[in-house]
């Protein structure tokens, strides 16, 4: 995604040691087939759609990095929402239903003794809600970026009043003790075999790839620029400004497993599913040799 485009624009420029040919997949899901075929070698996928994966197939796919943690946040129409407490009895309108976005609201709502299932009700596409907001239907909602600083311009009325990642995490640390757990929602994945095969093409595209992370959150302006440049994004000035608030990362090797495995626990007990059926083992995590 959005980390990814300097390295983009570097082998565009022929620039990098290796070749590496990208191309943009509609819908995560559209990424499965062509991990699971061979017809992609490396894919930047939610982090417990990796998970199912490495279940479906017998380990034929490892995680290679963690990309991106949280970008939920909780917009308000208003000034009465400090903090989650403030959130009881009110009504939110949210996005991400059976996923990642409402295992997090969950958790963080049950953790302020407030039950989720009168407190939330879920549309089906970012954009709808957006809209919605923008045109004062909705004054509380729950967005990812870039969505959210799509409604942040277009309808300065609204305001972040809770950055969920920072409450998930909050949360969390409460239930299961973990300092390290993060709303970890993006990483890369690699085809075992690929990776078995070219261990030092994998070490290079790494610290490309963590370069280009780096570049990205420090360049935003440049950084928007060539979104549009590489159709990940459509304005440049709202790419920009919404890299900020992306939580783009770079979590490799052994810090991987102590950062997403909370959130993978928490997805299993909430629907066993959305992680595959159980949890991962450490073969799911990439080690560089």
Not at 95 to 122: H, M, R, S
Not at 169 to 181: H, Q
């Amino acid at each position: 995604g959005i980390g990814m485009v300097k390295l983009m624009e570097d082998a565009a420029a022929q620039k990098t040691t290796d070749k590496y040919t990208f191309s943009l997949a509609a819908a995560p899901d559209d990424l499965v087939a062509k991990l699971s075929s061979g017809e992609v070698d490396i894919a930047a996928l939610p982090t417990n759609l990796a998970a199912t994966i490495y279940q479906k197939t017998n380990g034929r796919i490892k995680m290679l990095a963690i990309n991106t943690l949280g970008v939920l946040y909780i917009l308000e129409n208003g000034d009465t929402v400090k903090s989650v407490a403030d959130l009881k009895d009110k009504k939110i309108a949210a996005t991400g239903q059976g996923a990642t976005p409402e295992y997090a609201i969950n958790v963080v709502l049950k953790d302020a003794g407030i039950d989720p299932a009168g407190a939330v009700t879920y549309m089906a596409e970012h954009a709808e809600l957006a809209t919605l907001a923008i045109s004062g239907k909705e004054k509380l909602i729950m967005l990812p970026e870039p969505f959210v600083t799509t409604v942040l311009s277009k309808a300065p009325q609204f305001r972040i009043a809770i950055n969920l990642t920072e409450a998930f995490g909050s949360a969390l640390s409460k239930v299961d003790g973990s300092e390290k757990a993060e709303l970890a929602q993006g990483c890369i994945a690699v085809r075992a075999e690929f990776a078995e095969k070219n261990p030092e093409a994998i070490k290079r595209f790494l610290s490309a790839y963590e370069a280009s992370t780096k570049w990205v959150n420090e360049n935003v302006a440049e950084a928007g620029e060539l979104t549009v440049k590489h159709n990940i994004m459509a304005d440049a000035k709202l790419a920009a400004k919404a890299i900020p608030n992306c939580n783009i990362v770079y979590i490799d090797g052994a810090d991987m497993k102590p950062v997403l495995e909370p959130l993978l626990k928490i997805l299993f007990e909430a629907k066993p599913q959305s992680v595959g059926g159980k949890l991962p083992d450490d073969s799911f995590y990439y080690q560089v040799g």
